[in-house]
């Protein structure tokens, strides 16, 4: 049996696949561009994407379980409900979706309301289903470290409430472990929710301070100015998507993006390990 997985060339789904052939899986991978899938031997690949359903029904044919990963574009919702309807025209019913923690939370955020959206068609039309809903990509923090690093400003309007950042790395190594027991179930698994947290609960003061600490220099926090942050945005992606983090990142001042009880716990019981810190991260990239 193959899993299908989506996304395939970004952060999160090149681990997704890395990590389930790491596990002996048979993986198919739906990609926009095939120049860019630079996979483990034996990684199937199909040409396409989440609005070309003819590519959509060629990439799901004989395919038992799917791994939806769709990314912050404008179509992000309809692509999601599309590649849903084909899979279950396809007899796909197992399934796992990257979705948003607080997707409920956030209702005024898009992307956070479009993957709820999706969250919300998944429960109505019954469809078995994991759905994973990670917190901030520490990720993230690779496109400031220039700033970081050449300014001394931690610069991510993340205030004072925290925020659960989490490595994609364990994102993608939990992502293959649920879709393994997907696959390996001899019937459909029930729904469940699975909110994919770090560690440590960061906030702008601490997240300036670590970084202070791992280069041996004083960083500022220098505080919560999302009106500055899009307008910063603005300069490399469309003022849509600006727009969007600016509203995302005064979710981050109004509510923070908390786990609840019993998040960490279960993800380290998942992983057999501890989760990767912010701290390592920074380490890392800083280096």
Not at 6 to 29: I, Y
């Amino acid at each position: 049996m193959t899993i299908l997985v989506t996304g395939a060339t970004g952060n999160v789904g090149r681990n997704v696949v890395e990590q389930l052939v790491s596990r002996g899986a048979n993986v198919r991978s739906l990609v926009r561009d095939p120049s860019k899938a630079n996979f483990p031997a034996g990684v199937g690949v199909v040409q396409g994407d989440l609005l070309d359903v003819e590519s959509l029904r060629s990439a799901m044919t004989g395919v038992s379980t799917l791994f939806l990963l769709n990314g912050v574009v404008a179509e992000e919702y309809t692509q999601a409900l599309i590649a849903l309807n084909v899979a279950r025209d396809a007899g796909i019913e197992r399934i796992v979706y990257l979705s948003v923690i607080h997707s409920d939370v956030y209702v005024n955020v898009p992307h956070f309301a479009g993957k709820f959206g999706v969250e919300r068609m998944i429960e109505q039309m019954g469809l078995n289903a994991t759905i994973l809903r990670p917190a901030y990509y520490m990720d993230n923090e690779i496109t400031i470290k220039d700033v970081v690093t050449g300014y001394g400003i931690y610069p991510m309007p993340i205030g004072d409430k925290g925020v659960a950042m989490i490595d994609a790395r364990d994102v993608g190594e939990i992502a293959a472990i649920e879709l393994i027991r997907r696959e390996q179930s001899p019937t459909p698994l029930p729904r469940t929710r699975i909110n994919l947290v770090g560690p440590d609960t960061l906030t702008g003061a601490s997240a300036a301070a670590i970084w202070s600490n791992v280069l041996g220099r004083t960083i500022a926090y220098p505080g919560d100015d999302t009106a500055g942050f899009e307008l910063n945005l603005r300069r490399f992606m469309p003022g849509w998507m600006a727009f969007d983090m600016r509203l995302m990142a005064e979710r981050f001042l109004s509510d923070g993006m908390l786990p609840e009880a019993g998040d960490r716990d279960r993800l380290t019981t998942l992983l057999g390990r501890p989760l990767r810190s912010y701290r390592d991260y920074v380490a890392q990239i800083a280096g």
